[in-house]
């Protein structure tokens, strides 16, 4: 079995993939204040057969994101692996399978958390990853398709036999999306049961409640998701709320920095208001600051504004 854990460091957690959040300029931030590693968003395997290249540019990285691992969905095992190769140039360190995405247009077709249902597709798609690219091969899954359907036992135990180097555990159904409290009592009966490193996931919120968790569940690590957009200082174990505005701006400009150079000053200047959103959250000058942010369309004036504090001119 290939595996990433000689790459990783002492942490144990790590930014969740998220689409339209965790790009390379924020994983490179969140890996900076001690993320363990960097997954990409998740990327269809069809869209990388077909060398799209919208679908190739997310996965983008830079040198010090490392150790990288690609996140793919698809439900077709040839295209899978097809899609794949068309990636492998890239280099990553790994490659990860989105077994618990529970967006409709994606698992209504028997991809991310459809695999669930289909656990045979799963393994064969694990077997040919494995096979294709010799690099180690994780997976992201979900307790299950809906609560009459549990089957993370049999999912991860095969997941397991099939030689993945960990499985990260969202504890919801496909059915629950984002409702209801995530089930870390079935994130733990995983961790007793399997050998390999298990992420838990699932509603955590700081970098105590993570090593809470890992304590009380048997857990190898955590991913976190929600609770770090906009707060990479969790990564450090820093509680954003005790931080001010000063002491939040260098990272935000550091940020909004890295977007201007990754997406160019119009459209970094657009993605970064809901990246802001979040980091200023909770912080009086936000309120003042929401509607002057919302109407900036470089990200040059962006960062002008948010260090001095003056409207500048659109
Ligand atoms: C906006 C958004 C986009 C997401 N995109 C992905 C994705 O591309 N791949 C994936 O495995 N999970 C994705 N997720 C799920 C998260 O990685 C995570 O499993 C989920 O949010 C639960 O963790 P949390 O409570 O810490 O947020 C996404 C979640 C959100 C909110």
Request: glycine share 8%; charged share 20%.
């Amino acid at each position: 079995m290939k595996t990433l854990i000689d790459k990783i460091g002492s942490s144990r957690v790590v930014l969740s993939p998220m689409a339209g959040y965790s790009d390379s300029p924020y994983r490179k931030i969140c890996r900076q204040m001690g993320s363990a590693y960097s997954i990409t968003e998740f990327v269809s395997t069809e869209h990388l057969f077909r060398s799209n290249p919208k679908a190739i540019a997310l996965f983008r990285y830079e040198e010090i994101e490392r150790p990288l691992v690609f996140q793919v969905f698809g439900k077709d095992p040839d295209i899978v692996a097809k899609g794949i190769n068309r990636v492998l140039h890239l280099n990553p360190d790994g490659i990860d399978l989105n077994m618990g995405c529970s967006v409709r247009t994606v698992s209504a077709s028997g991809s991310g958390a459809g695999l669930l249902k289909t656990p045979e597709v799963a393994r064969t798609i694990i077997r040919r990853l494995t096979a294709e690219t010799n690099l180690p091969i994780s997976a992201k899954i979900r307790l299950g398709w809906d609560s009459g359907n549990l089957n993370y036992k049999e999912i991860s135990a095969m997941l397991e036999s099939e030689g993945v180097w960990s499985i990260a555990v969202h504890g919801r159904t496909r059915q629950m999306g984002y409702s209801g409290r995530a089930n870390w009592d079935a994130i733990g009966e995983i961790a007793e049961a399997c050998r390999i490193p298990i992420f838990g996931n699932g509603d955590v919120t700081s970098y105590e409640e993570a090593h809470q968790k890992i304590q009380d569940y048997g857990v190898y690590g955590v991913f976190i998701g929600r609770g770090a957009i906009g707060n990479p200082w969790l990564f450090a174990g820093k509680n954003r709320e005790f931080l001010n505005y000063a002491e939040r701006l260098p990272t935000i400009l550091e940020h909004v920095q890295s977007m201007a150079k990754f997406y160019g000053d119009q459209a970094a200047a657009i993605l970064m208001r809901k990246h802001l959103t979040q980091y200023l959250h909770g912080l009086p000058e936000w309120n003042r600051m929401r509607k002057v942010v919302h109407h900036l369309t470089s990200a040059r004036l962006l960062e002008e504004y948010l260090s001095t504090g003056m409207a500048v001119p659109t």
